[in-house]
T-cell receptor
Framework: EPEVTQTPSHQVTQMGQEVILRCVPI?????FYWYRQILGQKVEFLVS????????KSEIFDDQFSVERPDGSNFTLKIRSTKLEDSAMYFC????????????FGNGTRLTVT | KQEVTQIPAALSVPEGENLVLNCSFT??????LQWFRQDPGKGLTSLLL?????REQTSGRLNASLDKSSGRSTLYIAASQPGDSATYLC??????????FGTGTRLQVFP
């Protein structure tokens, strides 16, 4: 069964450094998402992406964050200057459509900012 | 602002029991409600999606119901097994392209 893949599984970085988290969504999916989960807290929405542009973003997704779909298969999340509070599990997800299609999540990238 | 709550927060049961997990949401204007399973250190696995016009969905031993007017959903797990041990999350999609998640119910089924 097709799945969403994320790399790396774990990333350790120093405060102020840039990180890029990578995702390969399911190939025939059209909607792409990033969510994050801080340890012990709820899964939180960051951003949705459709037709090569951001369709929705949360207050968390400020100017330090950006997303890109550089080719037909990859979907990336960049954090320009990481902060300690960016430490979390970041999940990529994709779906075929809106409203009637479930989201398929990757296994996540654990980001640790020191 | 949509808020999603799940009770109980944790549940520990012997194998074979039938279980009910509860989810409530504050704004009934939803597109759908989704139930997910999360294993420790892993991603979320979609279990069931109920569209706003539907009352329930079934998959194997799982049955999810939706009462949109009262802002409630239940996930029923029949004949629980140790392999069902995980955290179960419900999430609602409203008119914006995002899911709002609950805090989850951590389930442990012991042999």
């Amino acid at each position: 069964e097709p799945e969403v893949t994320q790399t790396p599984s774990h990333q350790v970085t120093q405060m102020g450094q840039e990180v890029i988290l990578r995702c390969v969504p399911i190939s025939n999916h059209l909607y792409f998402y990033w969510y994050r989960q801080i340890l012990g807290q709820k899964v939180e929405f960051l951003v949705s992406f459709y037709n090569n542009e951001i369709s929705e973003k949360s207050e968390i997704f400020d100017d330090q964050f950006s997303v890109e779909r550089p080719d037909g298969s990859n979907f990336t999340l960049k954090i320009r200057s990481t902060k300690l509070e960016d430490s979390a599990m970041y999940f990529c997800a994709s779906s075929r459509g809106r409203g009637d299609s479930p989201l398929h999540f990757g296994n996540g990238t654990r980001l640790t900012v020191t | 602002k949509q808020e999603v709550t799940q009770i109980p927060a944790a549940l520990s049961v012997p194998e074979g029991e039938n279980l009910v997990l509860n989810c409530s949401f504050t704004d009934s204007a939803i597109y759908n409600l989704q139930w997910f399973r999360q294993d420790p250190g892993k991603g979320l696995t979609s279990l069931l999606l109920i569209q706003s016009s539907q009352r329930e969905q079934t998959s194997g031993r799982l049955n999810a119901s939706l009462d949109k007017s009262s802002g409630r959903s239940t996930l029923y797990i029949a004949a629980s097994q140790p392999g069902d041990s995980a955290t179960y999350l419900c999430a609602v999609e409203s008119d914006t392209d995002k899911l709002i998640f609950g805090t989850g119910t951590r389930l442990q089924v012991f042999p």
